[in-house]
């Protein structure tokens, strides 16, 4: 994805930075988040399992940063994004930043954002913008694995004791109602998917929701009642504390030598 398509307009450009940076931020700060895990995982296997997914998020959002960049033409790399910006130009969804909590905090993260990014990406496929149709059908192998195993766990704590039970649907009343922003739409998302550039996440919701409720069935889990509490406001740059907190260990060694190369 090195080339701009000239095709595009600059009006198509710019939505397009501006939704990979979307994308971009998702998979980095998520990327971030299950790196914490190591040498904190409940077993050596999960530990090597995490890590594996932390470095497919950074991969992603390496690409995606890098293709927000070119599209919007100021020469800011991929590097440039992730560690020289403060949290309010952040764009990445509510959910993703969340603090890892226990071991059943993450797994229902995982799934919740997993699932809906799964969608997204299978529909990004059919994009007019070659560069990222293409990229889309690569990530979307990597993100099927990664909902494999976090409704593994889900079945695997779910139906498992009563404490591990207890923990998931308190995780789960927890973090529902950031998912709301997982298929809130705007004018700049409405644009590029009726040009053809990038699925409608709106008419992802229903085909999420069935799908995690018939994962919930198999694990005995009840998820809430009440639709999602707010839409969010990630993708507009308002971000909780936690996310300050996060970019200030990630950022610190890029900002403390700017410019160093090893």
């Given amino acids: 994805m090195s080339e701009v398509d000239p095709a595009l307009s600059r009006a198509e450009r710019e939505a397009l930075a501006e939704l990979a940076l979307r994308l971009g931020d998702d998979r980095l700060i998520l990327g971030h988040r299950l790196s914490e895990w190591c040498g904190h995982a409940p077993v050596l296997e999960e530990e090597l399992a995490l890590a594996n997914v932390a470095l497919d998020c950074l991969g992603h959002a390496s690409t995606l940063l890098a293709l927000a960049g070119e599209l919007e033409g100021r020469g800011r790399s ?106 809130a739409t705007d004018e700049l998302e409405r644009g590029l998917a009726a040009a053809g550039l990038a699925p409608d996440r709106a008419a992802l919701a229903s085909r999420w929701e069935e799908a995690l409720r018939a994962v919930a069935a198999g694990a005995r889990l009840r998820l809430p009642g009440a639709g999602p509490l707010h839409a969010g406001g990630g993708r507009r740059g308002i971000h909780g504390e936690s996310l300050g907190l996060l970019l200030a260990e990630m950022q610190v060694l890029a900002r403390t030598h700017p410019g160093a190369s090893w």
């Fill in 78 to 183: 991929a590097d440039e994004l992730a560690f020289l910006r403060d949290a309010r130009e952040f764009r990445n969804c509510l959910l993703v930043e969340q603090p890892n909590g226990d071991f059943a905090v993450t797994m229902v993260r995982q799934l919740l954002f997993d699932q809906a990014d799964l969608l997204f990406y299978e529909g990004l496929q059919a994009s007019r913008h070659a560069g990222l149709a293409g990229f889309a059908a690569r990530a979307v192998r990597e993100i099927r694995y990664h909902v494999r195993h976090a409704r593994a766990w889900w079945l695997r704590l779910g139906d498992g004791t009563d404490e591990s039970r207890r923990r998931m649907e308190a995780a789960l009343e927890e973090l529902w109602r950031f998912t709301g922003e997982l298929f």
